[in-house]
């Protein structure tokens, strides 16, 4: 004889309720009788419900194996949704340090282009402050020399004079700052005047020279230099012993100079 539907209905339940209680059991346990409890059991029940068919107990244990534990048929879809919240929080995580990183970099960029940009402004005041130039030509439609000393040369027919640092009146000019400066001098002699040098001197020191000579036609030279000099340094031209130079309104004989950049 069978067990009633009702009783295996009671069982069921029981068996949910505790596998909902320990949430690791995912089989359904049903809570054995002693025999001779089942007995009296079935020896009641026996008049109230004589019919057992097995298709009903075998569609009650289907029921069962199918249904399982709620808890345990929500474990994967929460398993997941954790998992899937753990990798997302990873990813942010990620995003947040890469986002950081590119500000870091971004911040010394910036420092970079605040210390190059002091830097412009400062080379831009300091040129401003420091614009030097000058060109100046021999005031002379006639012959200087011969000359018995090593003679300086005023070149008083000034063209331009910019920072005022070039003197027409002593012919030198003065470094106002500590910098590079480009020097260049030209010279002319008119034809049975001889012969024609000098040289260009840094305080006294010779730099760059010149020297011509001429019987039948006129005679030029020049040369040029780039000289590092410290504020106060004296820069001018001086026509050698005995030797002659010569110009007239075309200015042939000219001394310029300017500030390359200062140090």
Same mark, same amino acid.
């Given at each position: 004889?069978?067990?009633?539907?009702?009783?295996?209905?009671?069982?069921?339940? $029981? =068996?949910?309720?505790?596998?909902?209680?320990?949430?690791?059991?995912?089989?359904?346990?049903?809570?054995?009788?002693?025999?001779?409890?089942?007995?009296?059991?079935?020896?009641?029940?026996?008049?109230?419900?004589?019919?057992? &068919?097995?298709?009903?107990?075998?569609?009650? !244990?289907?029921?069962?194996?199918?249904? %399982?534990? &709620?808890?345990? /048929?929500?474990?994967?879809?929460?398993?997941?949704?954790?998992?899937?919240? %753990?990798?997302?929080?990873?990813?942010?995580?990620?995003? $947040?340090?890469?986002?950081?990183?590119?500000?870091?970099?971004?911040?010394?960029?910036?420092?970079?282009?605040?210390?190059?940009?002091?830097?412009?402004?400062?080379?831009?005041?300091?040129?401003?402050?420091?614009?030097?130039?000058?060109?100046?030509?021999?005031?002379?439609?006639? *012959?200087? %020399?011969?000359?018995?000393?090593?003679?300086?040369?005023?070149?008083? +027919?000034?063209?331009?004079?910019?920072? #005022? +640092?070039?003197? &027409?009146?002593?012919?030198?000019? *003065?470094?106002?700052?500590? =910098?590079?400066?480009?020097? @260049?001098?030209?010279?002319?002699?008119?034809?049975?005047?001889?012969?024609? #040098? /000098?040289?260009?001197?840094?305080?006294?020191?010779?730099? $760059?020279?010149?020297? =011509?000579?001429?019987?039948?036609? &006129?005679?030029? #030279?020049?040369?040029?230099?780039?000289?590092?000099?410290? !504020? #106060?340094?004296?820069?001018?031209?001086?026509?050698?012993?005995?030797?002659?130079?010569?110009?007239?309104?075309?200015?042939? @004989?000219?001394?310029? =100079?300017?500030?390359?950049?200062?140090?």
């Amino acid at each position: 004889m069978g067990f009633p539907p009702v009783m295996l209905l009671m069982c069921l339940v $029981v =068996g949910l309720s505790t596998c909902r209680a320990e949430g690791e059991d995912n089989q359904i346990r049903v809570t054995e009788t002693t025999e001779e409890e089942q007995e009296n059991h079935l020896t009641e029940t026996v008049a109230e419900d004589t019919e057992t &068919p097995d298709q009903d107990l075998q569609t009650v !244990a289907v029921e069962a194996s199918n249904s %399982g534990s &709620p808890e345990k /048929g929500c474990e994967p879809s929460i398993y997941m949704v954790l998992k899937e919240l %753990g990798a997302l929080q990873e990813r942010q995580k990620a995003t $947040v340090s890469a986002l950081e990183e590119t500000n870091r970099k971004l911040e010394a960029s910036e420092k970079k282009i605040d210390v190059l940009n002091s830097s412009l402004t400062e080379m831009r005041r300091t040129y401003e402050g420091h614009q030097v130039a000058f060109s100046a030509a021999l005031p002379t439609t006639a *012959t200087i %020399g011969p000359v018995n000393v090593l003679y300086p040369l005023v070149y008083k +027919h000034v063209l331009s004079n910019i920072g #005022g +640092h070039y003197s &027409p009146v002593t012919g030198y000019f *003065t470094a106002p700052v500590r =910098g590079i400066y480009y020097f @260049s001098f030209s010279s002319f002699c008119w034809p049975g005047d001889g012969t024609s #040098g /000098g040289s260009l001197y840094r305080n006294e020191n010779q730099v $760059v020279s010149w020297y =011509g000579y001429t019987k039948t036609a &006129p005679v030029s #030279g020049s040369n040029s230099a780039i000289l590092l000099l410290q !504020a #106060g340094d004296m820069v001018n031209v001086r026509l050698w012993n005995g030797r002659k130079i010569s110009d007239n309104g075309n200015k042939y @004989s000219t001394f310029s =100079g300017f500030l390359l950049s200062p140090m």
